[in-house]
């Protein structure tokens, strides 16, 4: 491998190692260190040596000044005998030994990150960033934003569910985190819904990749149309109806010749009411639109259409002949 090469995957492993690297450049870091045991053992040694010296602190990482300064106390100067491995690739091997022992450390000190929570407590939050990206917390969902968005890099953690429309920008890309997952944005707008059991993304415009947090190589790519979720550490792709996903930021329900039962799940997630039906009925269907309706309003004309009897007690609603 050249020395440019060298030096980016250095770069990689430094951001893979910090938690700063995207889902592409830890593919690219899995891949190159499945290409040799030498490779392997390279890595296994540097990430012993972050872990030993800088202890899981969090770095912001300008990796060119990184290298720039280590660059000016290494060339053309001895390595000290202490470290023990192979001399070769030397103005590499020593760059990383040296980061990770402390030079590395001590130039661009831990920062410490503030992140402001914002929190959809009593209904659904609209935030501008400052980027020109969008999001759109539903009720009960919250989100996280550090001091430093968009200023090299644009990462957020999310709790429940949000729709993104996305400014892309290649030279930083937007990140979603959650307790399991990685979501990126390639250019576009797209739904996450976050619990305590599942992640699940869908794609409305452009493109996203989503990969598991434990394993960053588990990585797939979702295009408009698609959606996926995270099941057990494993990103999977999956056949979904999103006519109605996002009507809690619509307010608009559209079904055509949908079934009762689809009826019901899309009810049960837009007014927060559980259904009762027989099995039989669940398989009639049909077509209407519920435009900013109250759930009473909605009852009222669903009962109309479909000619059922339907009662709701508090935020139960039963259905029969």
Do not use: C
């Not at 012993?48 to 010296?53: G, R």
């Not at 759109?136 to 644009?154: F, M, Q, V, W």
């Not at 900013?292 to 009962?303: H, K, R």
């Amino acid at each position: 491998m050249s020395m440019n090469n060298n030096f980016q995957i250095q770069e990689i492993m430094l951001r893979y190692l910090n938690g700063e690297s995207s889902a592409e450049e830890a593919n690219t870091l899995q891949v190159w260190i499945k290409e040799s045991e030498e490779n392997r053992k390279e890595f296994e040694l540097i990430k012993q040596l972050w872990e030993d010296s800088v202890s899981s602190a969090k770095v912001s990482v300008n990796t060119e000044d990184a290298w720039q300064k280590i660059a000016a106390l290494t060339v053309d100067k001895p390595i000290a005998p202490v470290v023990r491995f192979p001399r070769k690739k030397v103005f590499a091997i020593a760059a990383s030994v040296i980061i990770m022992a402390g030079l590395f450390y001590l130039f661009l000190k831990p920062v410490a990150e503030n992140w402001k929570e914002t929190y959809a407590e009593k209904g659904n939050i609209e935030i501008q960033l400052a980027d020109g990206s969008k999001i759109t917390l539903r009720r009960g969902a919250k989100i996280s934003l550090p001091d430093n968005y968009n200023k090299g890099t644009r990462q957020v953690k999310l709790d429940g569910e949000a729709f993104f429309e996305v400014k892309h920008n290649n030279e930083a890309p937007f990140t979603i985190l959650t307790s399991r997952s990685i979501i990126q944005d390639i250019g576009t707008t797209f739904l996450v819904q976050h619990n305590d059991s599942t992640d699940r993304v869908s794609v409305l415009e452009g493109e996203v990749s989503l990969a598991a947090k434990a394993d960053k190589s588990k990585i797939i790519r979702l295009l408009a149309g698609e959606s996926a979720i995270m099941k057990k550490e494993l990103p999977q792709k999956i056949k979904a109806d999103t006519t109605n996903l996002l009507s809690w930021h619509s307010h608009i329900l559209i079904f055509k010749n949908a079934t009762l039962q689809q009826v019901a799940e899309d009810f049960k997630d837009y007014y927060q009411v559980d259904f009762e039906m027989p099995d039989s009925l669940g398989h009639s269907t049909i077509t209407a639109e519920f435009n900013n309706d109250t759930l009473e309003q909605a009852i009222t004309e669903l009962g109309l259409i479909t000619g059922l009897k339907i009662n709701v007690k508090g935020k139960s609603v039963m259905i029969s002949k």
